[in-house]
């Protein structure tokens, strides 16, 4: 099993940053990607970005392209959500997951195996 915690959520004014942490542990070698993904009510879970565990290679939505970086601490077994110039469309629930599949890029819900709790991410307009 891989357990994931998020923190870093928060209130935050449009236009502005936030930093989401994933924390992983347990058994963690069997991790092939960690995956950002969100939640808005009544919506579908959408695809916010991916990382490779290993090699650090990443993938983003076209819809966050050039304003969010995905990164990992390798001594810490964290992955990172670097998002700036928030939009309040952005308000969601953010889960971060782990997959143990080896296909590269994996942008669907179905294809993670362990997800966090979640952290809510608020856009004030």
């Known amino acids: 099993q891989v357990q994931l915690v998020e923190s870093g959520g928060g209130l935050v004014q449009t236009g502005g940053s936030l930093r989401l942490s994933c924390a992983a542990s347990?058994?963690?070698?069997?991790?092939?990607?960690i995956g950002w993904f969100r939640q808005a009510p009544g919506k579908e879970r959408e695809f916010v970005a991916a990382?490779?565990?290993?090699?650090?290679?990443?993938y983003s939505a076209d819809s966050v392209m050039g304003r969010v970086t995905i990164f990992r601490d390798n001594a810490e077994n964290t992955v990172y959500l670097q998002m700036n110039s928030l939009k309040p469309e952005e308000t969601s629930l953010y889960y971060c997951a782990a997959r143990r599949g080896s296909s590269w890029p994996a942008s669907r819900p179905s294809e993670y195996d362990y997800w966090g709790q979640g952290t809510q991410v608020t856009v004030s307009s």
């Open positions: 990382i490779r565990w290993r090699g650090g290679r990443t």
């Open positions: 347990g058994r963690t070698f069997s991790i092939n990607a």
